[in-house]
């Protein structure tokens, strides 16, 4: 008899409410895994718990406020509609509706709700004997997605019956995956038009990940290569930068912040951007990325110019959304997953 199989899905997570107590507890466990902070915890605790965590929640609070929705948290939402449609897809493809055809997608976050236990349990609970764990990271990095190994790791520690286990490590260089990215580009330019500067602004991670190993700075540029050359760009058309760094260490480079403001200060008119490492639209896209960094380019265009609000009406800038639970990105999700099930 074929082993009931189910899926995991994960993504980093989100805070349950954009209030400073939900932020701090949020940060609280985000910022205490090694794979995100490997300070010795002897220096690094202090630091956690005496600064960061009594100054950052209510910061970081005003930030979730700007982008949250009446359905909650655009990450979460995201999520929860990408669970969804995975689900229909699968449903669909079955062709015996019985107990051991059925794959269940249960959704899970590395920090926060739903969590990683809970979607585990929740998948055993249903006879689930082969688990797809597949994390929405498009490039695979220590930080992400073995973060979330590890945690699997640690459940089935304490278990005395551990499932079959495959790991979906990345799918950087999916076609389908490069395919959705590509469309969503081009069909933002037939709305909005294209800009003279597209820039590819990946998450950050320490240089020394690089040095070390980690193939997330190799992959995001892969990705990036695998675009730009089904959308037919020049090398002075687009760009690659890194974004969200924490901390005084050095992350890769280029900075998507200093990025954009050496192009303001440089005269370009027109930027879009993009961020290929996000499978769903969060605080790192809508906040960060589409306003902060948009104050940036716009406030050095202005010091070129010598007039900031001139600067606003003649210089342009716009945030293309990830893929979120487009078709063309379901479309490569459940081609990803299809290639880990085993078929009767």
Avoid at 186 to 196: D, I
Avoid at 242 to 258: L, V
């Amino acid at each position: 008899m074929a082993k009931k199989q189910g899926v995991l899905l994960c993504n980093l997570g989100t805070p349950d409410a954009p209030t400073p107590q939900a932020v701090r507890k949020y940060l609280c466990q985000f910022l205490h895994d090694k794979r995100v902070v490997s300070i010795p915890r002897i220096i690094w605790c202090p630091i956690l718990h005496g600064i960061i965590l009594r100054v950052r929640p209510t910061k970081v609070a005003k930030l979730y406020q700007a982008i949250w929705t009446e359905q909650g948290s655009p990450l979460m939402v995201h999520s929860q509609a990408q669970r969804k449609e995975l689900q229909l897809r699968l449903d669909k493809s079955a062709e015996i509706y019985d107990s051991q055809s059925y794959v269940p997608i249960e959704l899970a976050m590395c920090y926060g709700n739903p969590s990683i236990e809970h979607g585990l349990a929740t998948l055993e609970n249903q006879g689930c004997e082969r688990i797809i764990v597949m994390p929405l990271y498009p490039q695979y990095s220590s930080a992400t997605n073995a973060a979330i190994f590890d945690q699997i790791n640690k459940y089935y520690k304490k278990r005395y019956f551990v499932p079959e286990l495959s790991y979906v490590n990345g799918y950087y260089d999916n076609p389908l995956y490069i395919k959705a990215l590509s469309n969503s580009i081009k069909v933002y330019w037939q709305e909005y038009g294209q800009a003279q500067k597209l820039l590819f602004s990946y998450h950050g991670v320490p240089e020394r990940f690089s040095k070390n190993g980690d193939p997330y700075e190799q992959q995001c540029h892969e990705t990036t290569r695998l675009v730009v050359e089904q959308l037919g760009l020049s090398k002075e058309q687009y760009q690659v930068s890194f974004q969200s760094r924490f901390g005084r260490e050095e992350w890769i480079k280029p900075y998507t912040d200093a990025t954009l403001e050496d192009w303001g200060k440089a005269g370009v008119k027109s930027v879009q951007v993009i961020s290929p490492a996000f499978s769903a639209d969060c605080l790192e896209t809508l906040e960060e990325l589409a306003i902060q960094n948009k104050e940036i380019f716009l406030e050095a265009a202005g010091k070129l110019t010598g007039n900031k609000e001139n600067s606003k009406t003649n210089k342009a800038y716009s945030y293309i959304p990830a893929l979120n639970e487009q078709t063309a990105h379901i479309d490569a999700l459940f081609d990803i997953l299809n290639s880990h099930l085993i078929s009767d």
